[in-house]
């Protein structure tokens, strides 16, 4: 599933060329998650002013109104002059005079939404209940620790979760607990205030370097210019059950958690 580095890649590899842009024509195939939310042809000869990001949603925002897209399990979006026919995964095409942004995703788990402004309740009811930006300056240590005091659930099933913090996938909150030398299972409530500053740092590291990375690709994930991430070659626990830690030599372990893998380390994760 893309997470916050794959989503900010891929805002950034085509915000700035989209900017501007007239819409000429919308092309809806199979249906997503949610409906469109109006008629194609009303988007017809709006305006694109920028793409900002909120958690996993991209911000489309339009002259009159806003487009929220979300990538899903599966989604992924490109953006070019010169595109093929939509194929059999391609299910929204965004014609502008600057190019074609087209969402592809086999599972259909994404979605493309319009909305007349963020305060439409549908906008609400997607965005409301989002944590805070890891990245952003409201992500604070102390700030953190005091919310981790409040929940019984495992720290990764919290991480997971998005109401506390957005964007710390499986893939991150494996990496920032391992950094931090904390166990996905410890209850987040037990996580002292020196160890929640540890995770904290850990987690504005682990993003940061992903972010530098172009993400992570498992499977087929790139960004809207056809560039694969490679954050997936410097990962400590992720998907290495059964390898030597990279720090200790021992053993990596892997856990169920929820429908979600866990990957630790015994030796340097003791808490």
């Known amino acids: 599933?893309?997470?916050?580095?794959?989503?900010?890649?891929?805002?950034?590899?085509?915000?700035?060329?989209?900017?501007?842009?007239?819409?000429?024509s919308v092309h809806v195939g199979k249906p997503l998650r949610w409906p469109l939310g109006c008629l194609p042809s009303t988007l017809e000869g709006r305006q694109v002013l920028d793409v900002g990001r909120r958690g996993k949603y991209l911000l489309v925002r339009l002259d009159d109104g806003c487009l929220l897209l979300h990538l899903g399990m599966s989604g992924s979006l490109r953006f070019a002059m010169d595109l093929p026919p939509p194929g059999a995964h391609d299910h929204f095409d965004l014609v502008t005079d600057r190019g074609v942004l087209r969402l592809n995703d086999p599972r259909r788990f994404g979605a493309v939404v319009h909305v007349p402004s963020l305060d439409d309740p549908r906008a609400v009811r997607l965005l409301a209940g989002l944590g805070v930006e890891p990245l952003d300056p409201g992500f604070d240590p102390v700030g953190f620790h005091q919310a981790l005091r409040k929940r019984r659930a495992s720290i990764k099933q919290v991480l997971l979760a998005g109401d506390?913090?957005?964007?710390?996938?499986?893939?991150?909150?494996?990496?920032?607990?391992?950094?931090?030398?904390?166990?996905?299972?410890?209850?987040?409530?037990?996580?002292?205030?020196?160890?929640?500053?540890?995770?904290h740092a850990a987690i504005v590291d682990v993003l940061t370097r992903a972010l530098a990375a172009g993400g992570s690709t498992l499977r087929d994930f790139s960004s809207a210019d056809g560039q694969a991430g490679h954050f997936q070659r410097e990962t400590m626990v992720y998907g290495r059950a059964g390898l030597a830690c990279r720090c200790c030599g021992t053993p990596i372990r892997q856990l169920r958690q929820g429908q979600r893998s866990s990957f630790f380390c015994p030796h340097c994760q003791t808490y």
Do not use: H, K, Q
């Open 1 to 24: 599933m893309p997470e916050l580095p794959e989503v900010e890649v891929t805002r950034l590899s085509f915000a700035a060329r989209i900017a501007g842009a007239r819409i000429l």
């Open 164 to 199: 506390l913090v957005v964007g710390v996938g499986n893939i991150y909150a494996s990496e920032s607990l391992f950094l931090a030398g904390i166990r996905p299972s410890l209850p987040a409530c037990r996580i002292s205030r020196p160890r929640a500053a540890r995770l």
